[in-house]
């Protein structure tokens, strides 16, 4: 069975640091295209960034040059290491895989999510 | 960026009623559109795909239509545990969420 467990979320001060990881059990990290979405407190989601199986990664504007989505294939855990962070990157941030097809792509299974709140 | 605008942003319904939520993209996405539903401190879960496509396990009172810029999400007969928000998402260039529509109970 497909899981996703996301942890290292917390309470982070404005321009603090902080990486939060993505396990999976059940596949493998690697050999699949995974992503980020946040949501803010009462909010709709936004997507963060993507790494796809050849290693490529993209991100959001809102967060491009202050956060890195990376994995360790050899724990198969996704990580999304986020710098510079701001009162409005408070959120509950969600991995997902993500499957593609003709194209597009979608996110299939989500982890139960983990929140950060950058307040000093 | 491509904007995802739905409407209404809510409604109000009762169990049996067939529900419509649409989904407006600000320029064409072919059939680049996923529907997700997410109920309070869960995580969203996957509805259909591509426009139409339904996701394994789904139930089939869930449908989805559309192409280009105009995509509709139908629920054919409410049931208690459809009441949820729920988000169109396109992936024809990067990745954007709609704002949400939520369903609530009349």
């Known amino acids: 069975e497909v899981q996703l467990v996301e942890s290292g979320g917390g309470l982070i001060q404005p321009g603090g640091s902080l990486r939060l990881s993505c396990a999976a059990p059940?596949?493998?990290?690697?050999?699949?295209?995974m992503n980020w979405v946040r949501q803010a407190p009462g909010k709709g989601l936004e997507w963060v960034s993507i790494?796809?199986?050849?290693?490529?990664?993209y991100y959001a504007d809102s967060v491009k040059g202050r956060f890195t989505i990376s994995r360790d294939n050899s724990k198969n855990t996704l990580y999304l290491q986020m710098n510079r962070l701001r009162a409005e990157d408070t959120a509950v941030y969600y991995c997902?895989?993500?499957?593609?097809?003709?194209?597009?792509?979608?996110?299939?299974?989500w982890g139960q999510g983990t929140l950060v709140t950058v307040s000093s | 960026d491509i904007q995802m605008t739905q409407s209404p942003s809510s409604l109000s319904a009762s169990v049996g009623d067939r529900v419509t939520i649409t989904c407006r993209a600000s320029?064409?996405?072919?059939?680049?559109l996923n529907w997700y539903q997410q109920k309070p401190g869960k995580a969203p879960k996957l509805l259909i795909y591509a426009a139409s496509t339904l996701q394994s396990g789904v139930p089939s009172r869930f449908s989805g239509g559309g192409s280009g810029t105009d995509f509709t999400l139908t629920i054919s007969s409410l049931q208690p545990e459809d009441f949820a928000t729920y988000y169109c998402?396109?992936?024809?260039?990067?990745?954007?969420f709609g704002q949400g529509t939520k369903v609530e109970i009349k």
């Open positions: 790494i796809d199986n050849t290693g490529r990664t």
């Open positions: 059940g596949f493998t990290v690697s050999g699949n295209n």
């Open positions: 997902a895989r993500v499957i593609i097809y003709d194209g597009g792509d979608y996110f299939d299974y």
């Open positions: 998402q396109q992936s024809y260039s990067s990745r954007t």
């Open positions: 320029q064409s996405i072919s059939t680049y």
